[in-house]
C-alpha cells in the first residue's frame, strides 16, 4: 500500500477523533462499537481529490477502479494493533481498503498472534459495507506469546467480488510467506505471494521473542533432526548441517522452492 502522508492521516485521525467523541456523547448503558461504517459515515469529510493528491504513489495516477481491472495493495506495518475498544486502531488501514477500492492488500510484518482477535476484528470492519471478505494469515508456532502479538509474519485481506475467485491458500509455518491462488479467465490465473523478510543481519543483542531468533531456534531443531538421522544410520554429518544460521538467506531459498512448486501444480 503506498505510504500516506501527513495530511492523509491526520484527515483520517480527525475523523476518527469525531467517532470516539460521539461515542462519549452516548448513553453509558449503550454498547459502544467502532467499525467501518462510522468511518463511512463521515467519508463526505474526506474529499476524493485530497486523498488522491497526499498519496505518495509509484505507478500510474490513482483513480477509480475501471470494471475488470484488479488493485492490489502492500504495507508494512510495523504491527496492526487493535488500540481499545471495536479495533480503533486498525480503522486506518481497513479505511484506506475501502476509500482506495482495494482488492487485495498485503500486510507483511503484521506481528499477530494465530490466537489473538486482530483478525476477527478486523474482518469484521471490512464485511460491514456488505462486501465479502477472506484473511489469510500465517504467523509462527512459537510458545513465547499467547496474546495478540507474536512477532513477524503476514497477513492478506481479500474483499469484494475478488474473494469468489479464491482457489487455494498456504502458509509457512514459520509465518515468513504465505500465497493465494486466483481464479482467472481463459483457465489461467494468477498466485499472489505475501512475504516478510526479517530486517536484521545478526541476532546480536535481540530479544528471544524476536522473528529473528525464532526462525534461527526452528533452523536448529532442523539440524539436529537431520544430524540425529544421519547419526542412526551411521553416516557423516556433512558441513552443510554445520553451516552458518541466516533467516534471510533462508527465506529466499525457501522462497524460490515454493515459487517452483506452485508453477508446476
Known amino acids: 500500500m503506498p505510504k500516506r502522508k501527513t495530511k492523509t492521516k491526520a484527515t483520517l ?11 462519549e456523547e452516548r ?13 463511512l459515515r463521515y467519508k463526505e469529510q474526506i474529499e476524493t481529490e485530497e486523498v488522491r493528491q497526499s498519496i505518495n504513489a509509484t505507478g500510474d495516477r490513482l483513480e477509480d477502479k475501471k470494471d475488470g481491472i484488479i488493485r492490489f495493495a502492500l504495507q508494512n506495518p510495523n504491527g496492526i494493533k487493535l488500540h481499545g475498544p471495536g479495533g480503533r486502531g486498525i480503522l486506518e488501514e481497513t479505511a484506506a481498503i475501502q476509500r482506495l477500492q482495494i482488492d ?6 503484521c506481528n499477530l498472534s494465530s490466537r489473538g ?8 470492519q471490512l464485511s460491514g459495507t456488505g462486501e465479502s471478505v477472506q484473511i489469510v494469515q500465517a504467523t509462527a508456532r512459537s510458545e513465547h506469546t499467547a496474546k ?16 469468489g475467485r ?25 498466485c499472489s505471494f505475501t512475504v516478510y523478510r526479517v530486517s536484521q543481519t545478526s541476532g546480536t543483542g535481540l530479544g528471544a521473542k524476536t522473528a529473528y531468533k525464532y526462525q534461527v531456534q526452528q533452523m536448529i531443531i532442523e539440524e539436529r533432526n537431520r544430524s540425529r538421522i544421519l547419526q542412526e544410520q551411521g553416516l557423516s554429518i556433512p558441513m552443510s548441517n554445520k553451516s552458518h544460521l541466516n533467516p534471510r538467506k533462508r527465506l529466499l531459498e525457501d522462497l524460490a522452492k515454493e515459487i517452483q512448486k506452485v508453477r508446476q501444480s
Open 27 to 39: 448513553n453509558d448503558n449503550q454498547p459502544r462499537r467502532t467499525n467501518i461504517n462510522q468511518v
Open 13 to 23: 485521525q480527525a475523523v476518527i477523533r469525531r467517532i470516539h467523541k460521539t461515542e
Open 148 to 163: 495478540e502479538y507474536q512477532p513477524g509474519g503476514v497477513l492478506t485481506a481479500f474483499t469484494g467480488k475478488i474473494t
Open 166 to 190: 479464491v482457489l487455494e491458500s498456504h502458509r509457512d509455518p514459520w509465518g515468513r510467506f504465505s500465497w493465494t491462488k486466483l481464479r482467472g479467465d481463459r483457465g489461467e490465473g494468477v
Open 104 to 109: 487485495v492488500a498485503a500486510f507483511p510484518e
Open 117 to 124: 482477535r486482530t483478525r476477527e476484528v478486523m474482518e469484521n
